[in-house]
């Protein structure tokens, strides 16, 4: 009799993709957008279908894009079988709530789609505490869906006060157990707190960069370890810290989590204790992606996040990585026929405002020892300043 075979992998699941143009944006900038998400789909193991966009004021307050849109995605989706919809921005409960009754399967906007992420990536004790907060966080105003997961967790019996209804029941655990997942983090912090203490008197130089740049591949190639690298979004989410050695100049180089445009409040609020290495970081290492066609945003976007750690005011080199994938683009708008190559980029005003700056490809190990000599300059020059009479030669 022959034997039946079952396939069991997971079904990947369609979604399509929906986003609004606002006055202060363009249709290339929303494509942009768009095809982030898009990656951002592809990291957590969808795919992508169709983008839907629509020009627009500012948001619906009921249903995000208009009601003619939302018939066109509801048919679409219906008539394609699709699993679900994804949407650019951070949906209000009520938004959330109109939409999945009018289209009738699973819809997510950008902060959920990012923490599923996280919630998949997360490794250590911390990052996974991190992430299941700011989860819970995000869920706590939107309760008024179906919490059966927690309905079958709690059971019935015993659990609910007098005269107090389920949505009241329910706020009260993930109250609590949000109070629990913040005792948590502040043991981890104080743990952590100790062992950079005693890393004190060693220099600390920090990788900072718009996710998915190379920070990973960069920190294997310094010091010679094996993180995990891979052509995803936050492929990285737990800093990593390993002790380096240049020229018998010992350092301590830390890999933190990427940033991201919109990153949700939540998520920042909760990961602020893992970006402590870049909070007392004495070198920062910003790692740009110039095979980007944006990557002038993601400098601003970090640029910002770095701002509101408190930390925009530290030293930074400025690495470009991923020469051997940069195209050369048009500069010129009025003479297309002129391109900005590298060499030419090399000595632009992008170049000089983001002085010391570096061009490299850490894939094909290119421009390698020009980047440590430019990391050794910086780290001895701090190294002597605090160890003036230190009596090792380097």
């Known amino acids: 009799m022959r034997k039946k075979f079952y396939d069991t992998a997971v079904k990947q699941e369609k979604a399509v993709l929906v986003g609004i143009v606002t006055p202060d944006e363009t249709d ?4 942009e957008y768009l095809e982030e998400l898009e990656f951002l789909v592809d990291t957590a193991g969808g795919d992508t279908v169709k983008n839907f966009t629509q020009k ?10 208009g009601s003619g849109k939302l018939e066109e995605i509801r048919d679409y989706v219906k008539a394609e079988e699709i699993d679900m919809v994804v949407f650019d921005d951070e949906l209000s409960p009520s938004q959330l709530r109109n939409i999945e009754r009018e289209i009738g399967v699973k819809i997510l906007d950008r902060s959920n789609l990012i923490l599923d992420i996280f919630a998949r ?6 990052a996974k505490t991190q992430v299941e907060l700011a989860q ?5 105003p939107r309760l008024t869906r179906l919490w059966t997961h927690l309905e079958r967790q709690k059971g019935g019996i015993g659990m609910r006060g007098p005269g107090e209804s389920q949505i009241e029941t329910d706020r009260r655990l993930i109250l609590n157990k949000i109070s629990l997942l913040k005792e948590k983090l502040k043991h981890i912090d104080r743990q ?6 005693n890393r ?29 690298a891979e052509n995803k979004l936050f492929a990285t989410l737990d800093t990593t810290v390993r002790k380096v050695v240049v020229e018998n100049l010992p350092f301590l180089l830390s890999d933190t989590v990427g940033f991201i445009r919109k990153l949700p409040h939540h998520l920042v609020e909760c990961f602020k204790s893992t970006l402590d290495e870049v909070r007392e970081a004495d070198i920062l290492v910003h790692v740009v992606d110039v095979s980007h066609p944006n990557f002038e945003d993601q400098i601003r976007t970090v640029n910002e996040t770095l701002k509101d750690l408190g930390a925009i005011d530290k030293p930074v ?9 940069y195209q050369p683009v048009t500069h010129h708008p009025e003479d297309p026929a002129q391109q900005l190559t590298i060499e030419d980029f090399k000595h632009s005003w992008m170049a000089a405002n983001n002085s010391p700056a570096i061009f490299i490809s850490a894939l094909k190990k290119e421009n390698v020892d020009e980047f440590r000599k430019l990391l050794y300059d910086k780290v001895i020059a701090i190294h002597t300043e605090r160890y003036p009479y230190d009596n090792l030669l380097y």
């Open 28 to 31: 290339a900038q929303e494509r």
């Open 56 to 65: 627009m004021q500012r948001p619906d307050r009921a249903t995000f894009v």
């Open 121 to 126: 990536r997360a490794q250590t004790a911390q």
């Open 136 to 140: 819970l966080q995000y869920l706590l």
């Open 192 to 197: 952590n707190e100790t062992q950079r203490k």
């Open 200 to 228: 004190q008197q060693l220099v600390r130089v920090a990788l900072v960069g718009y996710t998915n740049v190379g920070k990973s591949t960069i920190m294997n190639m310094i010091s010679k370890s094996e993180v995990f």
């Open 317 to 325: 080199i400025t690495v470009f990585n991923k020469i051997d994938a």
